[in-house]
């Protein structure tokens, strides 16, 4: 016989001690898991409880329903957690939910969603150059001032010319002199000055401005309503012009410095300057002081009347034009 079999057994109670201490171990290791378990469940269902899914604009939102996993039972033996049937009537899952979310509310408790839409800027709200559904514009301060001018884009630009001189832009200003010189042969200087003027304005649009100055030894220039300023070449605004331009007779002496610095003073972009170039003429002063009022802004065409050929090469008229970026030309006024 093996010495192990002469061992003496243990006493009984000490074997259900063993035995006991056995069975609360593997119940405390079986109860920590499964409240490990159901812990971590329940996190994970409070989390998706928070999820709300939006649906777009007009339906309600969808919101995720919870469904209980798990449930816990008492037992002699302790605490027990067993499954439970996951599947639920439609009304007892709908009555346990949560109502609709605002979405509003959680943006910080506005009623509904801004509207974009009314939000953003109407076509109508914009102002256009010049443009207007009602009465015409009978006067303004120009769109375009400055040497900025010169920079903006071409689209929209008015072009008109005098005598084939171009002119470009979007405010023009006519210089045309009245004096007594320009009367002769029935006022045919004059008024052939006249026919090419309301030419020249008649290609200009509703979006361009312009001014005339009739002068002699004093400037007389166009007025709308009391107002001395450019004006829009609207059909209305281009009636009053030849009503003006009729109302116009030779006559006086000649002064060109004052009514070509009113025309400066109004910031266009062209100057037709039109004259017979009649004494006196336009002093190296003058033409000093002409050209650093403009300072480049306006381009400065010249227009010179006379009988018969051009004497003079070279004139004021010619350096006008050449100081400040414009064209002259000559007119045979007995050819017109």
Do not use: C
Not at 175 to 204: C, H, I, P, Q, T
Not at 257 to 262: G, H, K, Q, W, Y
Not at 278 to 293: A, M, N, V
């Amino acid at each position: 016989m093996p010495p192990s079999a002469l061992r003496p057994m243990p006493p009984i109670a000490d074997l259900r001690d063993v035995e006991a201490s056995q069975t609360r171990l593997s119940t405390y290791f079986q109860t920590w898991g499964l409240s490990t378990l159901f812990h971590l469940t329940l996190f994970l269902l409070l989390g998706l409880t928070w999820k709300t899914v939006l649906k777009p604009a007009g339906e309600e939102p969808e919101l995720l329903r919870v469904v209980e996993l798990v449930a816990k039972r008492n037992t002699p033996e302790g605490a027990v957690y067993v499954e439970r049937p996951a599947a639920t009537s439609d009304s007892t899952a709908e009555s346990s939910s949560p109502g609709p979310v605002d979405v509003g509310q959680l943006l910080g408790g506005a009623a509904s969603p801004v509207d974009l839409a009314s939000a953003l800027p109407k076509a109508a709200d914009a102002t256009g150059l010049g443009l207007s559904t009602g009465q015409p514009l009978l006067g303004g301060g120009g769109l375009l001032d400055g040497p900025g001018a010169k920079t903006m884009p071409t689209a929209g630009r008015g072009r008109t010319k005098v005598y084939g001189l171009n002119g470009e832009g979007f405010k023009f200003v006519y210089v045309f002199d009245r004096s007594g010189s320009m009367g002769g042969s029935g006022n045919k200087a004059l008024n052939a000055a006249k026919r090419e003027l309301l030419r020249s304005l008649a290609d200009l649009g509703d979006t361009h401005q312009f001014q005339i100055i009739f002068y002699n030894e004093e400037p007389s220039i166009m007025k709308l309503s009391g107002l001395a300023n450019l004006m829009f070449a609207t059909p209305q605004n281009k009636r009053e012009a030849e009503r003006f331009v009729g109302s116009i007779s030779a006559d006086g002496a000649t002064q060109h410095e004052p009514a070509m610095m009113m025309g400066l003073k109004l910031s266009p972009d062209v100057i037709f300057f039109l004259t017979d170039a009649d004494q006196p003429e336009l002093s190296p002063g003058q033409l000093e002081r002409i050209k650093r009022l403009n300072g480049g802004r306006a381009v400065i065409n010249t227009i010179e009347f006379g009988l018969g050929p051009k004497i003079r090469k070279y004139n004021f008229l010619d350096r006008v034009a050449e100081e400040n970026n414009g064209s002259s030309v000559y007119v045979d006024i007995s050819a017109q």
